[in-house]
């Protein structure tokens, strides 16, 4: 069974800081990153997806992907309230004849105003 | 559909009793995923449909889970002889290809089951 390890948190910042969440994965062929948002008692959404090493920027949000590290993290810049939420981090699973989606155990981020 | 949908939205069953969840994913996604999540935890995989084919069952918790998938669309989850321990939230998940591009995936709102 392949890994995907988070801290599970909770991660406490002040508002307008610079979260950072990690994630750690087992599988050193993997290929493709996923960051998932998910609300307390809702699904998760779908934030940031990230392929090569290095920077990936959209809007507030950076993914940082360093496949020698197997390492990949979420920054969030000027964090807000409202990105209070877990976030989840995903990477397919290559043994399988398909691929599925493995998922971290998420972190959860409390942005205080 | 313009997004996954799940349904029914909410199921309470009585323990010993059969129930069926369905999920239509997006219109063209080729993968389909089902997973549980329960309460505070994180998010357990359960089985992966590439077209009508699961090509991995070993996720399913026991053999009283089943699913299936027709015309390459919808899928049901179905429990049999639901126990306590099954009650948890079902989310559903497509995706566009199988391969390692173009896999993220778009979640249902999720059929949130209790076992009474």
């Known amino acids: 069974q392949k890994e995907v390890e988070q801290n599970s948190g909770p991660l406490s910042v002040p508002e307008g800081a610079i979260a950072s969440l990690n994630c750690t994965y087992s599988?050193?062929?993997?290929?493709?990153f996923f960051w998932y948002r998910q609300y307390s008692g809702k699904s998760p959404e779908l934030i940031m997806s990230?392929?090569?090493?290095g920077d990936k920027e959209d809007g507030r949000f950076t993914a940082q992907l360093n496949k020698a590290s197997q390492y990949v993290s979420l920054l969030i810049r000027d964090s807000q309230p409202s990105d209070s939420a877990t976030y989840l981090c995903a990477v397919p699973d290559l043994n399988q004849a398909g691929t599925a989606l493995i998922f971290g155990k998420g972190t959860t981020l409390s942005v205080s105003s | 559909g313009a997004g996954v949908s799940q349904s029914p939205s909410n199921k309470v069953t009585e323990k010993g009793k059969d129930v069926e969840l369905r999920c239509d994913p997006i219109?063209?996604?080729?993968?389909l995923y089902w997973y549980r999540q329960s309460l505070g935890q994180g998010l357990e995989f359960l089985i992966y449909f590439q077209g009508n084919s699961a090509p991995d069952k070993s996720g399913l918790p026991s053999d009283r889970f089943s699913a299936e998938r027709t015309g390459g669309s919808v899928s049901t989850l179905t429990i049999q002889r639901t126990q306590q321990e099954d009650s948890a939230v079902y989310l559903c998940?497509?995706?566009?290809?199988?391969?390692?591009?173009?896999?993220?995936?778009?979640f249902g709102q999720g059929t949130r089951l209790t076992v009474v």
């Open positions: 998940a497509s995706s566009l290809y199988p391969g390692t591009g173009g896999k993220e995936a778009f």
């Open positions: 599988d050193r062929g993997s290929q493709s």
């Open positions: 219109s063209g996604h080729t993968a």
């Open positions: 990230i392929y090569s090493n």
